[in-house]
């Protein structure tokens, strides 16, 4: 017999408003918050930028420099100022799941040093199920130029079946 | 190296641990931004293999940037004053001044924006770590 499954993740009417729209109490703190406890993978990412053990490709001042910006989105998402569309934008939802959002830290493209960069990217989801969460579902890195679109559209994958996993 | 560069460092007694020095400057030119880092460099009391350590980068290479023998990218200048723990402040450039808007110094302003995002590297660590890492809905309050 075969069991059909129903593989979907249901997100925030407004997709993006969370991060990019402030909506605050009546003191004037953000509604919006991380969700916990975080999804086990992601945290063992943080976890791993923390360590300097994410990616053996990054230098030990990518590490502090993608932690301090890191750090600053995700303050920014909390406080639903993340900038999603105009010049150097924060973040991105991505098109074709309509659901994930990517924050990004400040690219830096191209090469240093005699090597070619890496990038950071954080995808998180707005889920419906819990008003005003910030679901964390990936942290990764891709290289800095367009032969990394296809390690991006990997992670994206990632992200969206760990939420699709989430959901269930 | 231009001479028009207005620097003010601090000459801290901890100026040996790299994490905790910090220079300030008036940057008004890519080549002064590079004889920042070169100053930034001498004052930690750095050596050119730690900092070549931290970047991944081979120290003769870092040598030839900061002895200004070879050309260095946005990138490089970035990461390097990351790797100094340098802050470069490009708001106490008086506005009349308009320097950013000069095509020869244009470089050199997209430099100083970047790198005030190297400010953040000097938040405490520590606090960093535990308002991302600590459980609770308060966690990501800062």
Known sequence: MTTLTSRSFHPHDSVGERVSYALLHDDGRPRSFWMRPHIAPFKREMDALWANDLDPELSETEYDDFRSQLHELMVKARQGTVKLSGDRPDGKVIDRTKFIIELRPILQRGTAFGRKLRELRLYLAEPQLVPHGLLGLHLATKEASDDGYDEQDASIDEAVERAYDWQR | ?142
């Open chain 2, 1 to 142: 190296m231009n001479s028009n560069v207005s620097r003010h460092h601090s000459r801290l007694p901890e100026a040996r641990d790299m994490r905790a020095f910090a220079a300030q400057c008036n940057v008004e030119s890519q080549s002064g931004l590079m004889e920042t880092l070169v100053a930034a460099t001498e004052d930690s009391g750095t050596t050119l293999e730690d900092v070549a350590t931290r970047l991944g980068a081979d120290a003769t290479l870092v040598k030839s940037m900061l002895n200004g023998e070879r050309d260095t990218n946005l990138n490089e200048l970035r990461m390097l004053a990351s790797a100094l723990g340098v802050v470069v402040d490009y708001r106490v450039v008086p506005a009349s001044f308009e320097w950013h808007r000069r095509e020869q110094d244009r470089l050199a302003a997209r430099a100083s924006r970047v790198l005030r995002h190297t400010t953040y590297g000097l938040a405490d660590p520590d606090a960093i770590r535990a308002a991302l890492r600590v459980g609770g809905d308060d966690a990501l309050h800062v």
